[in-house]
């Protein structure tokens, strides 16, 4: 529904140029999806958090090989008669599923904003590489996320590097 906004916007914009100035309009494209996933604030937005939840992700991976060996020794004893330590052994291995499923959540959930929250600055920062570009090279228009894009038009690259070159 945006896309077609945006190309309803952009039609009437160009329609309510002459022909003489319509040919000195300078249009580019952008596409955000491309900035988030190569370019080098992305990249190292990415490297950040894994290493943030690098230790969680170890914790989690400890509960869950615990409760594999658990679930091993029910397998292993098959159809023995219960005692006081299969009973012991099923209440652990209940409360091991109970707490991984929790972890796993709140893992999902701390990441999803972790990650909202880079992606927010590396946006932030490529809006500003391409209004600098925008102005430098005096474009009029710079569209991001287009159904259709002309290679002619795409300053992608020119984005990405702009945000490589940043300190």
């Known amino acids: 529904m945006k896309n077609i906004l945006q190309m309803i916007a952009f039609s009437l914009f160009v329609s309510t140029f002459s022909a003489g100035y319509a040919s000195d309009f300078r249009i580019g494209v952008v596409d955000t999806e491309r900035i988030l996933r190569e370019s080098t604030p992305a990249v190292q937005a990415e490297k950040k958090i894994e290493k943030e939840f690098e230790q969680r992700d170890l914790e ?17 004893e098959g159809l023995t008669p219960v005692d006081a ?69 795409d300053i992608t690259d020119k984005v990405l590097q702009f945000l490589a070159a940043e300190k």
């Open 85 to 153: 330590e299969h009973r012991s052994k099923e209440r652990e291995l209940a409360n091991l599923n109970v707490n991984l499923q929790r972890m796993q959540r709140e893992f999902r959930e701390d990441l999803n904003l972790r990650k909202n929250e880079e992606l927010a600055l590396v946006l932030a920062r490529a809006n500003k590489a391409i209004k600098a570009i925008a102005e430098q090279e005096k474009f009029d228009l710079v569209l991001q996320e287009a159904v259709y894009r002309n290679p002619k038009i």
């Open 60 to 76: 989690m991976k400890k509960v869950a090989k615990q409760a594999k060996e658990i679930q091993m020794y029910f397998d292993k």
